[in-house]
């Protein structure tokens, strides 16, 4: 079965970036979907078909991808993006999410 | 404003039958295939199943093919998601999810609901 692998944590300082990895097979072949989940809410989606942001999502979330691995973005970190997020794509009539990064701002 | 409200959820034992109903406003229903998405306690996200707009195509994980059943109502702007045969490994909190567009394969979870816990025990 599809897999999409993330690092489990990625720390940042205020102010900073965070980069958050995805890693797939042929991934280059398919869109790929970032959603930010915050502690007791619902997902959002920030990222959709690799690198377009949803009205309403801050221009400091980026999306990017480069061969087998894609890559969210968050320039200028602040506090309140401090959440988990998961990367999605849709492989063989099945829709895959990645294990998922928690996001710490320290 | 997208809005969808899911509901149903419960405690059910081993070998029970739950229906989830999710109810879509603020948009037009029969426009959009809608998904289901469930998330066990500390866990990831986990797809469970999908549906066209009109219903005709749907879509499911492995884990819950032939168990669970998703259908929809457009006069009633309502998603359905009926739970045969629970297992204690389906126990999570499960989101209904709005498509952007008709088609169910290839779509993304455009807006999420609150979500509805089931437990089963």
């Known amino acids: 079965s599809y897999e999409l692998t993330q690092p489990p944590s990625v720390s940042v300082s205020p102010g900073q970036t965070a980069s958050i990895t995805c890693s797939g097979d042929?991934?280059?072949?398919?869109?790929l979907y970032w959603y930010q989940q915050k502690p007791g809410q619902s997902p959002v989606l920030v990222i959709y078909?690799?690198?377009k942001r949803p009205s309403g999502i801050p221009e400091r979330f980026s999306g990017s991808k480069s061969g087998n691995t894609a890559t969210l973005t968050i320039s200028g970190t602040q506090a309140m993006d401090e959440a988990d997020y998961y990367c999605?794509?849709?492989?063989?009539?099945?829709?895959?999410f990645g294990t998922g990064t928690k996001v710490t701002v320290l | 404003e997208v809005q969808l409200l899911e509901s149903g959820g419960g405690l059910v034992q081993p070998g029970g039958s739950l229906r989830l109903s999710c109810a879509a406003s603020?948009?037009?229903?029969?426009?959009?295939?809608m998904y289901w998405v469930r998330q066990a306690p500390g866990k990831g996200l986990e797809w469970v199943s999908a549906?066209?707009?009109?219903?005709?195509?749907?879509y499911y994980a492995d884990s819950v093919k032939g168990r669970f059943t998703v259908s929809r109502d457009n006069s009633k702007n309502t998603l359905y998601l009926q739970m045969n045969t629970l297992r204690t490994e389906d126990t999570a909190v499960y989101y209904c999810?709005?498509?952007?567009?008709?088609?169910?394969?290839?779509?993304?979870?455009?807006?999420w609901g609150q979500g509805s816990q089931v437990s089963v025990s």
């Open positions: 042929k991934l280059g072949h398919r869109f």
């Open positions: 078909q690799d690198y």
């Open positions: 999810a709005k498509g952007e567009g008709t088609a169910a394969a290839g779509g993304y979870f455009q807006n």
């Open positions: 603020g948009f037009t229903l029969s426009n959009y295939a």
């Open positions: 549906i066209s707009f009109s219903g005709g195509s749907t």
């Open positions: 999605q794509a849709w492989d063989t009539s099945t829709f895959v």
